[in-house]
């Protein structure tokens, strides 16, 4: 996604855009390349331009691992850098110019990852669900820590796998009990109809909201 994104810079149009007739270049499909990252080996779709070469800066030309430019871009944005600085900072770094513009679609292209992330389909069924959150600093109009919710399923032949994740600023009890309640009714939506086991430190109004989305499951502090 980040790299077709980069092409539509390069290019100067997106993909299928009324702008790419008779612009004198175009995509001309792709190729396969193996990657590796901190994450594992990834195989990566590499676009291409068809009369000029694309000159994509995500990854450098035949390199096998990555230089994780697109997670400086986000690590940047995140701690509240604006995105002209993040073009200025990039091409003191790489020695490339990156636009203002090319910097926006990196970042909204991880945002529309997020999302997916965040409303795909679940397993009908997990024999366990472990709940926990962890305070980390977040920046808003200040640093402050606030709470980052996390929860992991096992499925019924072990698979494990992050559910979702919220972060919620700090809350009374009472707005814990509606953001847990939030969640399991998320759960629900997105497919998962039975769990068998509930296991979560003491939060505040977790067993009532388990007990009116999952009536059946388990509990275990």
């Given amino acids: 996604m980040l790299l077709q994104t980069e092409l539509s810079a390069f ?13 004198g270049d175009s995509r001309n499909g792709s190729y396969k390349r193996y990657l ?22 995500t990854l450098k030309p035949c390199a096998r691992r990555t230089d994780d430019l697109a997670t400086t871009v986000i690590q940047l944005y995140s701690h509240g850098v604006t995105t002209s600085e993040i073009a200025q900072l990039i091409e003191r770094m790489y020695g490339h110019h990156c636009s203002k513009t090319t910097v926006s679609n990196i970042t909204e292209v991880v945002s529309q990852a997020v999302d997916a992330f965040h409303q795909r389909q679940l397993a009908k069924q997990y024999a366990a669900i472990y709940m926990d959150a962890t305070f980390l600093p977040m920046r808003r109009d200040s640093v ?47 497919g998962l109809d039975q769990v068998l086991l509930f296991v979560a430190d003491g939060f505040s109004g977790l067993p009532h909201a388990i007990e009116q989305v999952y009536p059946f499951a388990h509990f275990q502090q």
């Fill in 11 to 23: 290019l100067g149009y997106d993909k299928h855009a009324f702008a790419g007739f008779n612009s």
């Fill in 144 to 190: 402050q820590k606030e709470a980052i919710h996390i929860v992991i399923g096992i499925e019924p032949n072990g698979h494990k796998e992050i559910l979702d994740c919220l972060i919620a600023p700090n809350e009374s009890p009472n707005e814990s009990s509606q953001i847990y309640l939030e969640m399991l009714q998320s759960f629900k939506a997105r």
């Fill in 36 to 57: 590796d990252t901190k994450y594992g080996k990834l195989l990566l779709t590499i676009p291409r331009a068809r009369n000029v070469a694309f000159d994509q800066q």
